[in-house]
């Protein structure tokens, strides 16, 4: 269901269990199924929408059925490179080890302030990146609000837990570019202008 009213039906769930085998042979991985283990993970859901719940929770059939199929891609690839993190993996190591050279800090991987500021500024410059490349620039209402509030947080990491007291996030622009958007190389240098114009105003409020 995606709330309590519309389109619903039944869902089927693929998980993994990355765990060491010795912990795997103590204790069966169905039990630890969706209680927020971080090495029994779920890698696809799959729900069939053929009801529409109305209001008074009963049931109509849809007049048409389909099939709503989601899999995390962060996910898919830390189980095919056999990772312990989404963030030890190549989606996120570049980013990360260019955000080390930029900060002359080393990132721990682990759960103190400095770690967590190194995560937050790897996931947030890729979805911050991706957005403006599909065209959706940051602004004061909608869609491009949440960019912008996006941009400000990673800015707010960067700036009271590494320290940073400079725009450095726009440098971040042309690896991911590189990495994953062939069509943003046309128009990289307007997305490395358009993130630091946003990163800049609020580092000078901060």
């Known amino acids: 269901?995606?709330?309590?009213?519309?389109?619903?039906?039944?869902?089927t769930e693929i998980h993994i269990d990355l765990r060491p085998e010795a912990d795997r042979k103590k204790t069966d991985g169905k039990v630890l199924v969706n209680t927020g283990h971080p090495q029994v993970i779920e890698v696809w859901n799959n729900v069939f929408m053929e009801f529409n719940r109305k209001a008074d929770?009963?049931?109509e059939p849809l007049p048409a059925r389909h099939v709503d199929t989601g899999m995390g891609f962060e996910r898919l690839v830390r189980v095919l490179q056999g990772k312990q993190s989404n963030y030890d993996t190549d989606v996120f190591s570049g980013t990360i080890q260019t955000v080390e050279k930029?900060?002359?800090?080393?990132?721990?991987?682990k759960d103190d302030k400095e770690s967590v500021a190194f995560r937050v500024l790897a996931d947030h410059i890729r979805a911050i990146s991706f957005t403006i490349a599909?065209?959706?620039?940051?602004s004061n209402t909608g869609a491009g609000y949440v960019i912008r509030r996006i941009l400000r947080r990673a800015v707010r990491y960067a700036f009271s837990t590494l320290q940073l007291r400079e725009p450095f996030l726009f440098k971040l622009v042309p690896l991911l570019a590189g990495q994953f958007l062939r069509h943003m190389h046309r128009d990289v240098d307007i997305h490395v202008a358009t993130a630091a114009g946003v990163e800049l105003?609020?580092?000078?409020v901060l």
Not at 1 to 11: A, F, L, N, S
Not at 102 to 109: H, L, V, W
Not at 134 to 138: I, N, W
Not at 201 to 204: E, I, L, V
């Open 57 to 59: 929770a009963s049931l």
């Open 201 to 204: 105003r609020h580092a000078q």
């Open 102 to 109: 930029i900060t002359g800090k080393k990132y721990q991987a």
């Open 134 to 138: 599909d065209g959706q620039l940051p």
């Open 1 to 11: 269901e995606m709330g309590d009213t519309g389109p619903c039906g039944p869902c």
